[in-house]
């Protein structure tokens, strides 16, 4: 099955810092690989989304990038400001197959001011 | 529009019993899906359900089942329960029809085994 690995599991930035956490996968099959914000406490909620035909997906200062070839995909958060501190996780999803959702670990992103 | 709704909130129970968890999805939404999320582990996907037939199911053992109703609403039950078992189990809902596969979460049912 699919297997979705996240780095790093922690990071600790400055407020007004870039952000990136990577994600890998290894089933080719995968086309969609979306992005969620965890506040603690609080749901998951889908911040951006990419898939297969696109590299690259920007909304504001959050942008992925897919490299099909290499089987990872990376979210990067431009200036970073404080209510960006949350859990983020990645996932991979194969649409057109089984719809088996693989999650990443998470990453702990600490924004401080 | 009301978001996705779980119930309880919190839920403690002792070993060897078993749990019954509720997910209301968001109106017109018609696929359900349910994970459990642990510190350890992440998010793990249990299963899914889409018009009422489970269409998918994730690695976890028989004792965690589920069902959903012609209304889409969706319950798990988890029986005879293990120590292993405390987590956030949460419930997501999307379209699930074309290329829209864009999950809404609960806010989860937090399980404490003891």
């Known amino acids: 099955g699919e297997n979705v690995e996240q780095h790093p599991s922690t990071l600790s930035v400055q407020e007004g810092d870039s952000a990136v956490i990577k994600c890998t996968y290894s089933d080719s099959a995968s086309n969609y690989f979306p992005w969620y914000k965890q506040e603690l406490g609080k749901r998951p909620q889908l911040i951006i989304d990419?898939?297969?035909?696109?590299g690259e997906k920007k909304d504001q200062r959050i942008a992925v990038t897919l490299n099909k070839t290499a089987k990872h995909f990376s979210l990067h958060i431009t200036e970073t400001q404080p209510e960006d501190s949350a859990v983020y996780f990645c996932?991979?999803?194969?649409?057109?197959?089984?719809?088996?959702?693989?999650f990443g670990r998470g990453t702990s992103l600490i924004v401080h001011p | 529009k009301a978001g996705v709704t779980q119930t309880p909130r919190y839920l403690i129970k002792t070993r060897g019993q078993q749990v019954t968890l509720s997910c209301s999805p968001i109106?017109?939404?018609?696929?359900v899906s349910w994970y459990q999320q642990t510190p350890g582990q992440g998010l793990q996907f249990l299963f899914e359900?889409?018009?009422?037939?489970?269409?998918n199911k994730g690695n976890f053992p028989g004792r965690f089942s589920g069902r959903q109703f012609s209304n889409s609403r969706s319950e798990m039950n988890v029986s005879t329960l293990e120590l292993g078992d405390s987590a956030l189990y949460l419930c997501?809902?999307?379209?699930?029809?074309?290329?829209?596969?864009?999950?809404?979460f609960g806010s989860g049912t937090q399980l404490s085994v003891l």
């Open positions: 359900y889409f018009s009422e037939t489970q269409r």
């Open positions: 990419i898939r297969s035909n696109v």
């Open positions: 996932a991979a999803i194969a649409t057109g197959g089984s719809y088996i959702p693989t």
């Open positions: 109106s017109g939404h018609r696929s």
């Open positions: 997501a809902s999307s379209f699930r029809t074309g290329i829209n596969e864009k999950l809404f």
